[in-house]
């Protein structure tokens, strides 16, 4: 069975500091990963993906992931925090074909000015 | 930019009365989802729903909870006679296909059963 874990229930970081969110995976097959972010009283907003290829996915508002394949893990980075990036933020995987997207607890992200 | 719509964005029950909540997927995706989340918690896969069938759903998705396709826009999901326990924040989703594909949430619907 899939399962995701988060690690960390909250990051702080001072605002123009490099941000990482961690996320490790265990899946049957090749993963398919996902991070959502989470606003205040919103829906889950999809920032990026991995399925095949560059380890190094790029996606909105200036935020990258990592797939390491041998350490199962494919954390949330971030070069400059802003206080506007504090949210819940999701890791999510799924196990290929059409199996249900499981998502880790998330992780609530303060970036302080 | 087309976004999933949901109605309505707070609902408040008695246990064992009947709820529907409603979805306004994307309108060029082919596949929807209902999730919730307790307060607190994880979010949870409920059921996924391709073709007008169900395609997937988990332990969770008991004889309770049924969801349909009325017409071309909307998707619901019913929960016939609700527990204490169902009180949570349900996020409908869709996307356009399976596997690599993202999906797409809504804003959700918060339920609250007194």
Request: hydrophobic share 35%; with cysteine.
């Amino acid at each position: 069975a899939q399962s995701v874990a988060q690690p960390e229930d909250q990051v702080n970081v001072a605002e123009g500091n490099p941000l990482t969110v961690k996320c490790t995976y265990s899946v049957s097959g090749n993963p398919y990963l996902f991070w959502y972010v989470q606003y205040p009283n919103r829906g889950l907003q999809f920032l990026l993906k991995y399925i095949t290829g560059d380890n190094l996915v790029k996606g909105s508002y200036g935020f990258e992931a990592e797939f390491n394949k041998s350490q199962t893990s494919f954390h949330l980075k971030k070069p400059s925090a802003l206080v506007s990036d504090s949210a819940l933020y999701f890791c999510a995987v799924r196990d290929g074909g059409n199996t249900p997207l499981v998502f880790g607890k998330g992780t609530r992200l303060s970036v302080i000015a | 930019e087309p976004e999933v719509t949901q109605t309505p964005s707070h609902q408040v029950t008695q246990m064992g009365q009947e709820v529907i909540l409603r979805c306004v997927p994307i309108s060029n995706h082919l596949y929807f989802y209902w999730y919730r989340q307790i307060l607190g918690q994880k979010v949870e896969f409920l059921v996924s729903f391709y073709n007008n069938e169900i395609s997937e759903k988990s332990e969770i998705f008991d004889d309770q909870f049924s969801v349909e396709r009325p017409d071309g826009s909307n998707f619901t999901l019913k929960i016939r006679s609700t527990k204490l326990e169902d009180s949570a924040m349900y996020f409908c989703a869709s996307s356009l296909g399976t596997g690599p594909y993202e999906q797409y949430f809504g804003p959700g619907t918060r339920l609250t059963v007194t």
